[in-house]
């Protein structure tokens, strides 16, 4: 099974509006990891915001929040007042535990969203 | 710019060449780590260096040879590479490997291509 699924391969919105980009994740662990990165074209991963699975409150970066439903085991990012500079991929990532050892950690990507943003 | 620094930037290689890529960051940061991206495809983990030391290896063919000479650089020697080596290399660091709410910083990226 997937660890972390990204079901919307390709989002479009108009510039000013807000988007929701989808992400769900698979996991028997109680502690864990979830990020948000974005990579433009030009190929960096910019980390964007973070929520952890102990957190109550859902995670708030500038314009980017985090929708955590944990029952639901989604985390889906939400971006508000999108500019025409947020056009890239978004990955979903989740961070546990590499083995039952506890002794490493390992970071999971999902397939990614392209989020085109229009005028 | 990202306080994960890699060089170079492209390389263009035959698959009888031997080059090497270069990570570099200065946050004190004590867990290293290298993933390759294919074009439209998520990045995958290689290695994970942790306080200098190989923690973890995903079965990653042995013509791509990792070494962490100090807590600061890391590097990926690589030697007889196939043409589907071809891809973005990531360099990533972060505080510790055991902390799960720690976010990887990443590199800009090599982008190799294997003749």
């Known amino acids: 099974a997937q660890k972390i699924t990204q079901t919307q391969p390709g989002m479009f919105v108009q510039e000013k509006e807000a988007v929701t980009l989808d992400c769900t994740y698979d996991?028997?662990?109680?502690?864990?990891?979830l990020f948000w990165y974005k990579q433009p074209s030009s190929g960096e991963m910019i980390f964007l915001i973070y929520?952890?699975?102990?957190?109550?409150q859902n995670a708030t970066e500038g314009r980017y929040s985090l929708n955590f439903q944990k029952a639901r085991k989604s985390a889906n990012l939400v971006i508000s007042a999108s500019q025409l500079g947020d056009s890239a991929m978004y990955f979903c990532?989740?961070?546990?535990?590499?083995?039952?050892?506890?002794?490493?950690?390992?970071?999971?990507f999902g397939t990614g969203t392209r989020l085109q943003v229009t005028l | 710019d990202t306080e994960v620094t890699q060089t170079p930037k492209h390389l263009v290689m035959g698959m009888t060449n031997k080059k090497s890529l270069k990570c570099e960051q200065h946050?004190?940061?004590?867990?290293m780590y290298w993933y390759k991206q294919k074009a439209k495809k998520p990045p995958e983990l290689m290695f994970v260096?942790?306080?200098?030391?190989?923690?973890i290896n995903e079965s990653v063919p042995s013509r791509f040879s990792p070494e962490c000479p100090n807590s600061s650089l890391l590097n990926l020697h690589l030697h007889a590479l196939q043409p589907e080596d071809s891809a973005l290399y990531l360099c990533?660091?972060?505080?510790?490997?055991?902390?799960?709410?720690?976010?990887?910083?990443f590199g800009d990226g090599t982008r190799l291509s294997i003749l």
């Open positions: 990533a660091s972060s505080q510790r490997l055991l902390e799960l709410n720690q976010p990887q910083h």
């Open positions: 996991t028997s662990d109680q502690s864990y990891g």
């Open positions: 929520q952890g699975s102990y957190d109550e």
């Open positions: 990532a989740m961070r546990e535990w590499f083995d039952i050892t506890g002794t490493a950690s390992k970071l999971t």
């Open positions: 946050m004190g940061h004590r867990a």
């Open positions: 260096y942790s306080y200098e030391k190989l923690s």
